[in-house]
């Protein structure tokens, strides 16, 4: 699957069943870029299992607020809507394929 772009407006329906791991990010973000490319390896190696998706904060600043982010890059994994895991900074693909993981 390829990574989706989601928004304030279509979040709850891209997000709400099985297992998402949400990036929220910005274009500006040097993090944020660095950790693009892993979540491209990821998703072509967990996309059968995990939905990838990434939220521009500056654009869609209602979901960004809702889940209390205030740092990026920050990922939240969720399952069937519901928040269970979270991790803020660059990760290596490594340390996410495990977070991924363990909510299987």
Do not use: R, Y
């Not at 205030?70 to 994994?77: C, D, E, K, Q």
Request: with cysteine.
């Amino acid at each position: 699957m390829a990574i989706a772009h989601v928004t304030d407006q279509n979040f709850a329906a891209e997000t709400g069943s099985g297992l998402v791991l949400v990036d929220f990010w910005a274009p500006w973000c040097g993090p944020c870029k660095m950790i693009a490319p892993v979540l491209e390896e990821l998703d072509a190696e967990m996309g059968d299992k995990v939905k990838i998706t990434k939220l521009d904060v500056d654009e869609n600043p209602q979901t960004a607020s809702n889940f209390g982010v205030m740092s990026i890059p920050t990922l939240l994994v969720l399952k069937n809507g519901e928040v269970v895991d979270k991790t803020v900074g660059f990760q290596p693909k490594e340390a996410l394929a495990g977070l991924l993981q363990k909510h299987l």
